[in-house]
């Protein structure tokens, strides 16, 4: 594995993007719903077909709001860095909000009310905690777009923690959405460091998805649900009772599931890690044949192979296609919040 903290921001933030696009023609699909659409296992972008709900008219290779919030957090940390706040998460959102190639068609039903009142005034600190629904503020939307977090904070536990909860305050202030999301920070923090293994960064998936449950609690609402850490660690050890990947998926989608609410989704993020062996493309393609929140689960899992692995490991015309595809540079937005990080 690389020690270069360049090839793994750039490693992190490149796989999450191909993730997603690789995802979001099978979202929402069943396992054979996918194998009837495409022909079979998929490895290779393709377009959305045309009753997809959320992805119908993109193109091949194109991104959805999972990575691009994603790629929006880390110019927002290039430029804020520790300073982050919750009116900062909001303005984010908002801006998001005004793209037409994402918003409305790409946001979730937490994330869409979320604006709704942001774009209105509304106290981003009361936004993200408030509801009487179990639903409302559990989902995946805080920790999809969170792995900026985790390498701009990959030396700093605490600040991680702090800031992973900051940017779920204006929308999924709530034990299952901030539990999500320091997961997947951590996860991505630890993948940064050398000689790291894959049992060390699941440990660290749990350990901070335990703390933030406890800070969600604590400062944001508490909702009923499965534990996302316990769930974690059986995702995990599924992916290691797995005789191949096609047995991985089937184990994880069967018991943890592929849905929307944390509970499901980062977990699964986190078996198909493990089932993958921290292979950026092999991640990204156990999430896209899973089905279900495909691109959302692969952006997040793939997010921490590529810290792990590095940019390295992926191949150069698949980085390529998708920066095509959605006028991006990559390598450049990861220089930026190397740079930020590093003052």
């Not at 998805?209 to 406890?214: K, P, Q, T």
């Amino acid at each position: 594995m690389t020690t270069d903290l360049q090839s793994k921001f750039h490693g992190s933030l490149a796989a999450g993007c191909i993730a997603d696009a690789l995802g979001a023609p099978t979202e929402e699909l069943s396992r054979r719903q996918i194998q009837k659409a495409f022909g079979g296992y998929v490895t290779d972008f393709h377009a959305p077909l045309p009753e997809a709900p959320y992805a119908k008219g993109r193109k091949a290779a194109q991104i959805t709001d999972d990575s691009s919030q994603m790629l929006m957090l880390a110019q927002l940390l290039a430029s804020r860095g520790n300073a982050l706040s919750a009116a900062d998460m909001a303005d984010l959102l908002v801006r998001w909000s005004a793209n037409p190639n994402y918003f409305p068609h790409f946001a979730g039903p937490t994330t869409r009310a979320a604006i709704e009142r942001l774009a209105r005034g509304d106290d981003p600190l009361k936004v993200g905690r408030s509801g009487s629904i179990m639903t409302q503020g559990s989902s995946n939307g805080a920790a999809m777009r969170v792995a900026p977090i985790g390498l701009f904070h990959h030396a700093d536990p605490r600040g991680l923690l702090e800031a992973a909860y900051t940017s779920c305050v204006p929308s999924h202030n709530t034990t299952a959405g901030v539990a999500g999301a320091t997961a997947i920070a951590a996860a991505v923090a630890r993948a940064c460091s050398p000689g790291v293994e894959l049992t060390d960064i699941v440990k660290s998936a749990v350990e901070a998805a335990d703390e933030g449950a406890r800070i969600g609690c604590e400062r944001g609402r508490d909702v009923p649900g499965a534990s996302v850490p316990r769930r974690i660690e059986r995702a995990a050890q599924l992916a290691v009772a797995a005789r191949d990947d096609t047995h991985a998926i089937e184990l994880i989608s069967d018991e943890i599931g592929v849905g929307l609410p944390a509970a499901e989704a980062v977990p699964a993020a986190i078996g198909f890690f493990v089932a993958g062996a921290g292979d950026p493309i092999r991640v990204a393609q156990l999430a896209a044949n899973a089905g279900g929140d495909s691109d959302t689960i692969g952006c997040m899992g793939a997010a921490v192979a590529g810290a792990y692995r590095g940019i390295e490991a992926i191949p150069t015309e698949v980085i390529g296609e998708v920066e095509t595809a959605n006028d991006l540079d990559l390598a450049d937005v990861a220089a930026q919040l190397l740079s930020a990080a590093r003052q």
